[in-house]
């Protein structure tokens, strides 16, 4: 039992470049999220996914895009990433009926 | 627009001495609140959750309180370890929304 996965777990990209951020959970939850953590601004929610087939803005969904694969998997793309989007990624999932969050190692991406 | 604050950025306590943190909100009106731990270079790990209508949750060594007149948390941590330091959030949540809306965090220190 795994809990959540994220993939990579750094990465260096040049501005404009794209790529896309990986998560599973293995804890068979209904809802997922993306956030992102910088200094003195604590965690922001990007995305997230109430179930399979929906998804809905957070706080800072711009320059973002997401996608629920499937009821384990949730995706986070960067089309063409800026400095701005300079961070630590973490995705989380909880269960049905649940508030807990459970989160994963976190992605370091670096934007140059 | 909703503000959570957590009155300290750095905390330091001396082993066996409760450590107390503070997470103080506005224009917010949260049905659950919710304290995680962080560890360097790790993703948050759920602690305790306290509904609007309980004044007092504990766990262990962990101590939460909600007092919705003061719009305020305190996190208690009694007979303080070295291994208890780390930053911890809060996060509020309203009632029937999923998404948790996160504190900058406090990080504390237990000195041997």
């Known amino acids: 039992n795994a809990g959540v996965t994220q993939t990579p777990k750094f990465q260096v990209l040049k501005t404009g470049q794209s790529m896309t951020l990986q998560c599973a959970q293995d804890?068979?939850?209904?809802?997922m999220y993306w956030y992102r953590q910088d200094p003195g601004m604590g965690l922001r929610l990007i995305y997230y996914?109430?179930?399979?087939?929906?998804?809905d803005k957070g706080e800072v969904p711009n320059g973002y895009n997401v996608s629920r694969l499937n009821k384990r998997e949730f995706s986070l793309r960067l089309e063409s990433a800026a400095p701005s989007q300079t961070s630590v990624y973490f995705c989380?999932?909880?269960?049905?009926?649940?508030?807990?969050?459970?989160f994963g190692p976190g992605t370091r991406l670096t934007v140059t | 627009s909703q503000k959570i604050e957590q009155n300290s950025e750095a905390l330091n306590i001396q082993e066996g001495k409760t450590a107390t943190l503070t997470c103080n909100y506005t224009n917010y009106s949260p049905a659950y609140l919710q304290w995680y731990r962080q560890d360097p270079g790790r993703g948050p790990v759920f602690l305790l959750l306290i509904r609007e209508n309980e004044k007092e949750k504990r766990k262990e060594r962990l101590k939460v309180t909600f007092d919705t007149t003061l719009k305020q948390s305190l996190f208690h941590i009694t007979a303080s370890q070295p291994a208890d330091s780390a930053t911890y959030l809060c996060a509020l949540q309203s009632f029937g929304n999923e998404k948790l809306t996160f504190g900058t965090g406090t990080r504390l220190t237990i000195i041997p």
């Open positions: 989380a999932s909880s269960g049905l009926g649940s508030y807990e969050q459970y």
């Open positions: 996914s109430a179930s399979e087939g929906t998804t």
């Open positions: 804890m068979n939850h209904n809802s």
